[in-house]
């Protein structure tokens, strides 16, 4: 098996090094990740100017562009074979509910969904998180799993770990994904020349988040796995829509 890791917190953050520590064992493993942070930078693709690849000294190739970027650029450019796998993170802090629109762990994930290639976003849910080797464990799982009976169809799962020992797990619960308050306000501040800059604000506390939610999983200690699709079509609104373009 040949598995393609990346994330969005750069080629040197502890998450990742952790991941390909739990999965080396069980796979081939080709990392290719972003030179710096990338949080936040969702599902985007580098189009003004050209990528450059390099490799670190323990072997991970970094890329100066957005984690879509680099998944994009290793299955349609860089490597010679379509990976069994995509898995990205470990990312630093959950990825649950809203936070799935906007990270870039996911969306290094989805798009290997995208290129048809059965993928992983893994995220510690803490954002001072210390229990890597939990999230690793909860990784190699689901990986082994899939060796031994593969999902049927594509898949795309989004996967929380609570920031605990490894036996304080109170087990997996597969849901669906919550929903947060609104984010709270940007922050006005001024530069050092006096000019004014905006910082985005905190994202908002959940909202949605009872039995079945990511969040309320995660909240008890269980791994949440949350299956993901892509297709955005409003299908409930399509009949009221054409009426509505006809009235």
């Given amino acids: 098996m040949r598995i393609l890791l990346s994330n969005d917190d750069g080629y040197f953050a502890p998450g990742l090094a952790a991941l390909y520590?739990?999965?080396?064992?069980?796979?081939?493993?080709?990392v290719?990740?972003?030179?710096?942070?990338?949080?936040?930078?969702?599902?985007?693709l580098t189009l003004d100017r050209p990528l450059s690849m390099r490799k670190a000294p323990n072997g991970f190739f970094f890329l100066n562009g957005t984690p879509t970027d680099c998944v994009h650029m290793a299955v349609t450019?860089?490597?010679?074979?379509?990976?069994?796998m995509v898995v990205s993170g470990i990312n630093h802090g959950s990825n649950m509910g809203d936070d799935t629109i906007y990270s870039g762990t996911v969306a290094a994930a989805t798009e290997g969904f995208l290129l048809g290639i059965p993928s992983i976003a893994v995220s510690m849910v803490a954002r001072d998180s210390k229990n890597f080797d939990t999230a690793g464990w909860v990784a190699a799982e689901l990986v082994k799993r899939h060796q031994q009976h593969p999902i049927s169809g594509p898949s795309l799962l989004n996967v929380n770990v609570p920031?605990?020992?490894?036996?304080?797990?109170?087990?997996?619960?597969?849901?669906?994904?919550?929903?947060?308050?609104?984010?709270?306000?940007?922050?006005?501040?001024l530069n050092?020349?006096?000019?004014?800059?905006?910082?985005?604000?905190?994202a908002?506390?959940?909202?949605?988040?009872?039995?079945?939610t990511d969040f309320y999983a995660a909240e008890h200690n269980r791994v949440s796995v949350t299956p993901l699709q892509i297709d955005l079509t409003n299908y409930p609104q399509m009949k009221s829509l054409a009426e509505w373009m006809t009235t």
């Fill in 163 to 189: 920031d605990v020992p490894r036996d304080q797990l109170q087990g997996f619960e597969v849901t669906r994904l919550g929903k947060r308050h609104k984010a709270e306000p940007s922050v006005k501040a």
């Fill in 204 to 212: 908002g506390g959940a909202a949605d988040a009872g039995p079945g």
């Fill in 32 to 44: 290719v990740a972003p030179e710096r942070d990338k949080s936040g930078a969702s599902n985007s």
């Fill in 77 to 84: 450019g860089m490597l010679d074979f379509v990976p069994d």
């Fill in 192 to 202: 050092p020349r006096g000019e004014t800059v905006y910082w985005i604000g905190a």
């Fill in 21 to 30: 520590a739990a999965l080396a064992p069980l796979a081939e493993i080709t």
